[in-house]
């Protein structure tokens, strides 16, 4: 059997380009299963020899993203009748019509496209911080999004640092901008004086490896909207990341209410892509005549 493999390694800009047109034969053995006359497979197994042929093509990035959304294609593809290619998701948001030529898209798929994005493999891109997997085309996204060789970049603003140990970076150079928590982040919280002219405060826990950033949003009417991140990579599927954060009431007799908030500690590897979905605001009283208040976080 004969088995064509388009390898692919991407290269500064969005073309990617390789050994244009060198093709290299290997040998690779399979184990298949033998079936018996009755179509069942025995434990028996035989060796089957089969010839790999792997080559390489230069090839323009866009023609492998979808032309609505310009994200790379998953392992769905679909098209029109006129053979206009678009993703799943695209095909719902067009409400299933061709935005080129209005025809219905989202039945027909494009299996031939798909045959070739399913055969096409790379080193993942974060492979110089130490990644040695190969990943398939129509996974990339995915996994360079939980890729825990994926490099993390320092918050804080004038710093260059993009590396893999961030929390201990920050002990290094910003520890006294930083928040160390002693005891149980979960059960006993930290407490941090929150200053509304800052833009985050770093929460970390001794001896931990997570960095956790209180974000300090300023784009709120009439008050604050603090959340809280965590700049690394996503925690294993089995294991949730929640957080809490809690205000205590300014005064009494002032009428103002405690305040909280709980969710899941979502996870990035730079601040400046990152928008909160969900946070506490904390209006204008709240803040007194020093600007600051008081939060404890748990984690
Ligand atoms: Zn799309
Ligand atoms: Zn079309
Ligand atoms: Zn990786
Ligand atoms: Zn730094």
Known sequence: MRLTRLGMMKKNGKR???????????????KVAKKTEAGLCTD????????????????????????????PFED??????????????????????????????GDIRCRPLEKVLAAMSAP???????CTETVGYTERRSHEASCPH???RCPFDGCTY???LLYNHILDEHATDAVVAMGSLRHRGITVTVHKSKPFHVVLHRGGTRVFLLLNGGDVLSGRSLSLVSVGPPPPAN???????????????QG???????????CVRQLDVFEAKAFLFVPEAYWGSSGTVSVTVHI
């Open 16 to 30: 990617t380009t390789m050994d244009h047109g060198t093709a290299k034969k290997t040998r690779s053995v399979k």
């Open 44 to 71: 028996q197994q035989q060796d089957v020899e089969e010839e790999t042929t792997k080559m390489t093509y230069s090839i323009d990035s866009d023609s492998l993203e979808c032309g609505i959304c310009f994200l």
């Open 76 to 105: 769905r593809v679909y098209m029109c009748k006129n053979g206009h290619a678009a993703c799943g998701s695209c095909c719902v948001v067009m409400g299933r019509k061709c935005p080129s030529c209005n025809e219905p898209i």
């Open 124 to 130: 993942c891109k974060f492979r110089a911080s130490g």
């Open 150 to 152: 994926a490099p993390c």
């Open 162 to 164: 993009l590396g893999l």
């Open 239 to 253: 294991c949730e990341l929640r957080y809490k954060i809690e205000l205590a009431a300014v005064g009494p007799g």
């Open 256 to 266: 103002e209410l405690a305040l909280s908030a709980s969710g899941t500690v979502p």
